[in-house]
């Protein structure tokens, strides 16, 4: 997006000062909350902020955790769809990035939902709203980072598939792990670009869910 000097004039804005999306805004304002010594939180936000992988890993960059939304056909590397061995890139210099081709491809996380189990998915209960208590049907996922980058790391991978609904309606990656298996969540965070609450274990330590 191109500055428009007029609009900018109109409404006071510096002269240097330029546009910049949300997400670079972001990137710049969360170094610097953590550099400033503000108290460290969970970073939430939606896909918009998710799939931006830049992003990600600054945050991890600065031992952040975050619960981010990502969009169903963002792909990532879990189970059997890994990426080839760099051994197997022949010689020459060493690989950098992991290797992704035809025989060696991702999964999106949508499809990655579609190869669970409906056992696998856990009714989580965590707290009192107006007219009921809130819950969701979720299910936890330890998977291997998203390609492409340079050395793929643990990451979780938050599903909600509501009952009824043809495919899940949200997918939150989360550096942490994240343990459903009590039926309820211990603590409630806002749910990531939502007003309503999405169960989180960003706060206290839990037990691995293990597939």
């Not at 007029?6 to 949300?22: L, T």
């Not at 108290?39 to 939430?44: E, F, H, K, Y």
């Not at 965590?126 to 793929?152: D, M, N, Y």
Request: glycine fraction near 8%; proline fraction near 10%.
């Amino acid at each position: 997006m191109d500055d428009d000097p007029s609009r900018c004039e109109r409404v006071g804005v510096p002269d240097g000062v330029g546009f910049s999306s949300k997400n670079e805004i972001a990137a710049r304002q969360i170094p610097a909350a953590v550099e400033a010594g503000h108290p460290r939180g969970t970073v939430l936000g939606d896909a918009a902020f998710g799939d931006d992988t830049d992003l990600r890993d600054a945050l991890t960059e600065h031992r952040l955790v975050y619960a981010l939304g990502v969009k169903p056909l963002t792909s990532v590397w879990w189970d059997k769809y890994q990426p080839a061995s760099r051994s197997a890139a022949g010689t020459g210099r060493p690989r950098v990035r992991v290797i992704r081709d035809a025989a060696h491809p991702p999964i999106n996380v949508r499809a990655l939902a579609g190869h669970l189990p409906a056992k696998a998915f856990r009714t989580v209960r965590w707290r009192k709203g107006t007219h009921q208590i809130l819950s969701g049907r979720f299910v936890a996922r330890a998977r291997h980072g998203r390609p492409p980058e340079s050395s793929p790391r643990p990451e979780w991978l938050v599903i909600e598939w509501p009952l009824g609904e043809a495919e899940p309606t949200r997918y939150w990656p989360s550096p942490e792990p994240v343990d459903l298996t009590r039926r309820r969540a211990p603590t409630a965070a806002e749910r990531a670009g939502r007003s309503t609450d999405l169960p989180r274990r960003h706060r206290r330590s839990l037990s691995r869910q293990r597939d």
